[in-house]
């Protein structure tokens, strides 16, 4: 709880001046010409200002404590109501979205706005592993133990081994803009639930992500 305050208070104070470097930029960037190289680099200051933003607001998702609001939820519901949100980027891309969920639906005390956070994270990366198309699968299914096992997986460019056992770990990414925070925070997500996350993955072939929640979270 400490640390998310400190990480509150950082970031109003990183947020302020921001704020103001962004309108400055945009203010001058009207002001050059067209095609104009001190046009490009004032949209380029903005760009990253907004980088900065994105940054800063997951390191406050990732600091604070993971407060669940749990609503009885029916988790095939979140997987088809996230998926599409990524339909449009995923034709553009020539990707395939394929469905297979339980017949029944499968109700479980979750948070669904934290979820459906985490299965659009999970989603966004699939699609961006994907660059000459492909197909992204989500699957569900019920498991004897009273759980419920959700796989998310693509065909895309996979993850190395050496990569693979670190990509939970906070600011680790092999994105030239990544933040490094994105899988962090569905780890945290997963485990509010106590539930389990876990990635397999072969470089050339793609990746599977495969998260199980209990259907009942303690609180």
């Not at 950082?10 to 103001?20: D, F, G, K, Q, T």
């Not at 600091?63 to 553009?92: C, G, M, V, Y």
Request: aromatic share 6%; hydrophobic share 40%; proline share 3%.
């Amino acid at each position: 709880a400490a640390i998310g305050d400190l990480a509150a208070g950082v970031a109003h104070e990183i947020r302020n001046p921001l704020s103001s470097i962004k309108g400055i930029a945009s203010y001058y960037k009207e002001k050059f010409a067209d095609g104009s190289e001190d046009k490009e680099m004032a949209g380029v200051m903005i760009e990253e200002t907004d980088r900065l933003n994105r940054v800063i607001s997951e390191l406050l998702e990732f600091a604070r404590p993971s407060k669940l609001n749990l609503k009885l939820s029916d988790l095939n519901e979140l997987l088809k109501h996230s998926a599409r949100f990524i339909q449009q980027e995923a034709t553009t891309k020539n990707i395939q979205i394929h469905l297979n969920l339980t017949p029944d639906a499968v109700e479980a005390e979750v948070d669904p706005d934290r979820l459906t956070q985490c299965f659009l994270n999970l989603y966004l990366n699939a699609l961006q592993a994907m660059k000459n198309g492909g197909q992204l699968a989500i699957a569900s299914a019920t498991r004897v133990d009273g759980s419920v096992s959700i796989d998310i997986r693509d065909n895309g460019s996979g993850i190395s081994t050496d990569d693979l056992s670190k990509i939970f770990d906070p600011y680790y990414t092999t994105k030239p803009k990544g933040t490094g925070l994105g899988l962090a925070i569905v780890h945290k997500i997963i485990e509010a639930h106590h539930g389990q996350i876990k990635a397999r993955s072969i470089i050339g072939q793609g990746s599977v992500f495969s998260i199980i929640l209990p259907l009942k979270t303690e609180k």
